[in-house]
Nanobody
């Protein structure tokens, strides 16, 4: 069992930056592929970025060049650095941990980009 707790969301103006954090507990963090997903009102949850246990990364086209995912296995934490934020980035952001058929989700953190 893995518990995930996100933090770092909030209100930011267009063009601004935020860094989301997801702290994991309950299992060996380094074994898990980690990811960030988001869900805007009225839309399906979508992939934002992933980072494997081997540190390979993948990004949605909409965030490439603006967002950076990273992980610190010593701190059992995955991060999402978000720069040049746009109003369309407004959503609830969820942390995800996956290993084989096991998958876990955090409770989500709200990100609102508005002037």
């Amino acid at each position: 069992q893995v518990q995930l707790v996100e933090s770092g969301g909030g209100l930011v103006q267009p063009g601004g930056s935020l860094r989301l954090s997801c702290a994991a507990s309950g299992s060996i963090f380094s074994w898990y592929h980690m990811g960030w997903y988001r869900q805007a009102p009225g839309k399906q949850r979508e992939l934002v970025a992933t980072i494997t246990s081997g540190f390979s990364t993948n990004y949605a086209d909409s965030v490439k060049g603006r967002f950076t995912i990273s992980r610190d296995n010593a701190k059992n934490t995955v991060y999402l650095q978000m720069n040049s934020l746009k109003p369309e980035d407004t959503a609830v952001y969820y942390c995800n941990a996956r290993r084989g058929v096991m998958e876990y989700w955090g409770q989500g953190t709200q990100v609102t980009v508005s002037s």
